[in-house]
């Protein structure tokens, strides 16, 4: 049975082996970011790595307004706006656009923070 490790600590793996192309033992790099105070040993991301940068919260709060909602997802800035619908104080797409982000995740040809912002966009939709 392998060891399961936070999302995070996966991200970070993800994306240092597309920049580096070198392989790198997840353990270790679990131990680092813990260390190096970018998270806690649960997992969860620390202040101070959001603040500098490190790390970019997803999150959402009900009733942004757009320029928020795109500062949070600024892949979705290359669309109109006209495409969004706020329902029930969070920004929506229609449904052949939310299947149209999917064809691009499966594509392989975005950059890791596009397949970041359309995962997490996702996720909860």
Request: aromatic content about 14%; overall charge negative.
């Amino acid at each position: 049975m392998g060891i399961i490790y936070p999302p995070l600590v996966e991200q970070g793996v993800q994306y240092y082996l597309e920049t580096t192309k070198q392989s790198l033992d997840k353990s270790t790099f679990y131990r680092s970011m813990v260390e190096k105070g970018i998270i806690t040993e649960t997992g969860w991301p620390t202040q101070q790595a959001i603040e500098n940068g490190l790390i970019k919260d997803y999150y959402e709060d009900e009733g942004l307004s757009f320029d928020e909602f795109l500062r949070i997802y600024s892949i979705f800035k290359e669309y109109n706006e006209g495409l969004f619908q706020c329902i029930d104080g969070y920004w929506e797409i229609p449904v052949n656009m939310k299947e149209n982000l999917v064809s691009q995740l499966e594509s392989g040809e975005l950059t890791f923070e596009d397949i970041q912002q359309i995962q997490m966009y996702l996720e909860d939709r």
